[in-house]
T-cell receptor, first 112, second 114 residues
Framework: GDSVTQMEGPVTLSEEAFLTINCTYT??????LFWYVQYPGEGLQLLLK?????DKGSNKGFEATYRKETTSFHLEKGSVQVSDSAVYFC???????????FGQGTTLQVKP | DGGITQSPKYLFRKEGQNVTLSCEQN?????MYWYRQDPGQGLRLIYY???????QKGDIAEGYSVSREKKESFPLTVTSAQKNPTAFYLC?????????????FGNGTRLTVT
């Protein structure tokens, strides 16, 4: 069945460091791919999405490119801030089912 | 502002009692969802509803029940049959049930059963 695998956390970085959170997926067909972010004590918010191969989603300095050849959707940011500390979830959805499948989440902690 | 409201934020119950979690949205979305979040396990789908008066089981529906009598409301009941009910519960909605519709989430209800 469809699945999403994220790198294990926690990831601890200093402010202004470069961030990469790896995400790979297994799915038939052409799923849509998403990154959601969860700040402490809150629900999830959509961070960015990509709906077809080679699409790049971007928002708030974060980027991720839909790579079909490597079945990956890695999240990157050039310079993280303390306020980026949160849990990040990679997810996929197939249009014929609408069901969203989440990875297990990666905790990011940014220290000043 | 439009959004999803979950109440209460924290809920405590004794084992053997049923409890109902509230979820209301004013986004005029057709589809609504309930997820359960446990540490290190991501989110798992409990139930979803594509439209009013319709709902479907998700991956872990046993011990839970829902209703969708109004478009804006999708309450979740955690019954005494749910063997491990302590968790963080998240309600979400989307414009429609489909692959490209992003989900909008509420801030969750943390349920503790002792």
């Amino acid at each position: 069945g469809d699945s999403v695998t994220q790198m294990e956390g926690p990831v601890t970085l200093s402010e202004e460091a470069f961030l990469t959170i790896n995400c790979t997926y297994t799915a038939t067909g052409y799923p849509s791919l998403f990154w959601y972010v969860q700040y402490p004590g809150e629900g999830l918010q959509l961070l960015l999405k990509a709906t077809k191969a080679d699409d790049k989603g971007s928002n708030k300095g974060f980027e991720a490119t839909y790579r079909k050849e490597t079945t990956s959707f890695h999240l990157e940011k050039g310079s993280v801030q303390v306020s980026d500390s949160a849990v990040y979830f990679c997810a996929l959805s197939r249009s014929n089912t609408g069901k969203l499948i989440f990875g297990q989440g990666t905790t990011l902690q940014v220290k000043p | 502002d439009g959004g999803i409201t979950q109440s209460p934020k924290y809920l405590f119950r004794k084992e053997g009692q049923n409890v109902t979690l509230s979820c209301e949205q004013n986004l005029n979305h057709d589809a609504m969802y309930w997820y359960r979040q446990d540490p290190g396990q991501g989110l798992r789908l409990i139930y979803y509803s594509q439209i009013v008066n319709d709902f479907q089981k998700g991956d872990i529906a046993e011990g839970y029940s829902v209703s969708r009598e109004k478009k804006e409301s999708f309450p979740l009941t955690v019954t005494s049959a749910q063997k491990n009910p302590t968790a963080f519960y998240l309600c979400a909605s989307s414009i429609s049930y489909g692959g490209n519709s992003p989900l909008h989430f509420g801030n969750g209800t943390r349920l503790t059963v002792t």
